[in-house]
């Protein structure tokens, strides 16, 4: 299992640095995440392996679909929570979709203070400097559009959530 756990990590990096960088996760990303993963519990795990990808696949993706019908999230998004739960099955899909939802909101309130209270902005510089990033930059183009954001910021830190708290 720790070949899949890698897996996801992966996965979850390259989507999270395409999202920041270009507000979209390739879809070859989440197609080759899906393949890889669909042939790896074929060769470890038969047809049981097959089927337990397979749930994982479809919670990602109804899970997911459910906010892109409601404007929430992207298309890549859908596809990522997909390839997310080929790899790791629909326990961990779901416990990650529900931290990304309270993640979200914690962003989203964030956002709302930079914009419009300036003790606000000092705020937040101050808790990026305190998980060690020094400036904004890389998060600059976000910042300045506050109506939206890449969900994979809310997505990575509730995936390290559920896989350290033992709950996927």
């Not at 400097?129 to 559009?145: A, F, P, W």
Request: net charge positive.
């Amino acid at each position: 299992m720790q070949l899949a756990e890698g897996a996801a990590a992966v996965l979850l990096i390259a989507a999270g640095v395409a999202d920041i960088r270009t507000r979209k996760i390739p879809n070859k990303l989440n197609l080759l995440a899906v393949v890889t993963a669909l042939l790896y519990y074929t060769v470890v795990d038969g047809m049981n392996g097959i089927v337990t990808s397979g749930f994982g696949i479809l919670s990602g993706f109804g899970l997911l679909l459910l906010l892109y019908l409601a404007k929430a999230v992207g298309a890549g998004d859908v596809k990522f929570f997909a390839a997310l739960g080929a790899w790791t099955g629909s326990h961990f899909v779901w416990n990650t979709f529900c931290y990304s939802i309270l993640y979200g909101g914690v962003i989203a309130l964030m956002y709302l203070l930079y914009h419009y209270r300036s003790w606000g902005r000092r705020f937040i510089l101050m808790v990026l400097l305190v998980i060690g990033m020094k400036s904004y930059d890389m998060l600059r183009e976000t910042v300045l559009r506050p109506s939206t954001f890449p969900f994979m910021l809310a997505v990575i830190p509730a995936a390290l959530t559920v896989h350290f708290l033992g709950t996927g």
